[in-house]
C-alpha cells in the first residue's frame, strides 16, 4: 500500500484482495483512498472522519477535479545581484 500522511492509498485490486483487512482499518479509525488506475476515486473510512476534508476527499466527492499537469517541483528562484538592495529591486519591478 502507498503511503501518504494521514491516509493510505490503495488498488481497486489490493482492495478486491484484502477487504476484510481494510475494512478493520477502517473501523479502526483510518481512511484509506481507493485508486482506479492511479486517480483517486472513493474512500474507506470511519463513518465519522474527524476533521476538514482533505484533497482526496474533495476529488473522491466530485467536488474538486485533479490537475492534469504533473506536478513540477518548488520553482528555481532567480538569482538576484548580490550588490542590489532588495527595496531597491522591488522598486524597480513595481515601476517606482
Known sequence: MASNPGRAHI???ELRNEVAAVLRRAREGERIVIT???S???QIG??????RPGLDDLI????V????RERAGAPT???RPVDVRLDQ???????A
Open 77 to 79: 528562484p532567480m538569482p
Open 89 to 95: 529591486l522591488l522598486d524597480e519591478l513595481r515601476g
Open 65 to 68: 477535479v485533479p490537475s492534469r
Open 60 to 63: 473522491a466527492t466530485g467536488q
Open 46 to 51: 470511519p463513518l465519522e472522519p474527524p476533521g
Open 36 to 38: 482506479v488506475d492511479g
Open 11 to 13: 488498488g481497486v485490486r
Open 40 to 42: 483517486p476515486t472513493a
